[in-house]
Nanobody, 120 residues
Framework: QVRFVESGGGLEQPGGSLTLSCTASGSDFEYHMMDWYHQAPGQERIEIARIVQGGDRQWYRDPVKGRFTISRDDRKNMVFLRMTNLKPEDTGTYYC?????????????WGRGTRVTVLS
């Protein structure tokens, strides 16, 4: 079963940058589309970025478009989220996982996430 460990969060000023990392255990990582999710305090977790298998196409939710970049390194079983021009509304916990709801057989547990705080 694939498991995810997110890292790289921290405290930033508005306009700052962070790069989040997600390391996946298990095999067949390269066969999965991967999403980054954002859960703002008191809000539901929502997908904000997606990268397809092979990494040649990405999708972004409008609020992060042009500021965040998703990438992957299948040799290392990792997916990244480069966050620039951070805004206070980017505060929250960030998770990686496959797109939800997942296909049968891809119900992978959520990691603990990594927390980002952007000062207001």
């Amino acid at each position: 079963q694939v498991r995810f460990v997110e890292s790289g969060g921290g405290l930033e000023q508005p306009g700052g940058s962070l790069t989040l990392s997600c390391t996946a255990s298990g095999s067949d990582f390269e066969y999965h589309m991967m999403d980054w999710y954002h859960q703002a305090p008191g809000q539901e977790r929502i997908e904000i970025a997606r990268i397809v298998q092979g990494g040649d196409r990405q999708w972004y939710r409008d609020p992060v478009k042009g500021r965040f970049t998703i990438s992957r390194d299948d040799r290392k079983n990792m997916v990244f989220l480069r966050m620039t021009n951070l805004k206070p509304e980017d505060t929250g916990t960030y998770y990686c996982n496959v797109p939800q709801p997942p296909p049968a057989g891809q119900e992978f547990p959520w990691g603990r996430g990594t927390r980002v705080t952007v000062l207001s």
